[in-house]
């Protein structure tokens, strides 16, 4: 009864997403709109029980830049959205999903059909006219999910935005663990997993903690073969520090923090920045 309780919890926060987004959004500015953007996923995370870490925060970009990490999980998105909403670029697929696909699509997600060549060019073009634009964007280099143990390479092609806007590569890592501090991988969704069985494992792991960490920017470059191989250089380096942490840092209370975030919408609460 618990279970189908959070179930049904956090299936009511999505439809109360798409009110937010369909009645809220066209009145807000876009500072306001990432607030609530941000408020809503880190609510998103506390229901699915997970809290949320940042490492390195201080290295991040927050305009003109192409974020780039490892893929794990639909739930990826919202782990991002809680540090930096950001818009995506996703696979055609899952705007057809229930929900999740109309709220991906509203908030700017960028669909892309990666059997079709022509369908690619096109998204890379449209990448590098938001970027020169200043929007941030983040995409999955690895082009698909995998239980994040280790890495699958960076598809070099996915560099290309940058190349031809002349911005900078900020890579990101994630990694989730479990109450008794090993890494976990309930959260992920990967191989002939229907989204519900995704869903339901993760909500019988128990507490999960997201950590989050910013590797420094990558200067813009002329190669993307080049971008992509120190992306994901970066990307295995923080892994790997974060696998191999011996202690990771406090409990942090992202209800309390969410109705903090709902009353300023400052741009560091409601979530536990770690140096490091």
């Known amino acids: 009864m618990m279970f189908a309780g959070r179930k049904l919890r956090l299936v009511t926060h999505l439809l109360y997403g798409m009110w937010v987004v369909a009645r809220r959004f066209p009145r807000a500015s876009a ?22 870490v940042v490492h390195n925060d201080e290295a991040r970009l927050d305009a003109g830049v192409l974020v780039v990490g490892n893929h794990i999980s639909w739930i990826d998105i919202y782990v991002i959205n809680a540090w930096r909403p950001t818009p995506f670029v996703s696979k055609a697929e899952i705007r057809k999903w229930p929900v999740v696909g109309w709220l991906a699509q509203q908030l700017g997600t960028v669909f892309v059909q990666r059997e079709k060549r022509s369908d690619a060019k096109r998204i890379m073009h449209e990448l590098a006219d938001r970027l020169l634009a200043g929007e941030m964007m983040c995409v999955f280099p690895e082009g698909t999910t995998t239980d994040g143990t280790s890495l699958l390479p960076f598809h070099a092609n996915m560099f290309q935005a940058a190349v ?16 008794q501090g090993r890494q976990s991988t309930a959260p992920a969704y990967i191989g002939d997993m229907s989204l519900d069985d995704s869903l339901n494992a993760l909500l019988r792991a128990g507490a999960i903690t997201a950590h989050l960490y910013v590797c420094d920017p990558l200067a813009p470059g002329a190669d993307r073969r080049l971008l992509a191989s120190e992306a994901q250089a970066a990307v295995q380096g923080a892994l790997d520090r974060m696998c191999g942490a011996s202690a990771i840092v406090t409990d942090v209370a992202l209800s309390d923090r969410a109705a903090e975030l709902r009353t300023t919408c400052a741009r560091d609460q409601g979530l536990h920045v770690h140096k490091g």
């Open 164 to 179: 031809s806007a002349s911005c900078p590569v900020q890579p990101i890592c994630l990694m989730y663990e479990d109450a």
């Open 31 to 52: 500072s306001e709109r990432a607030g609530m953007n941000r408020v809503w996923s880190l609510e998103m995370l506390r229901l699915s029980g997970m809290k949320l």
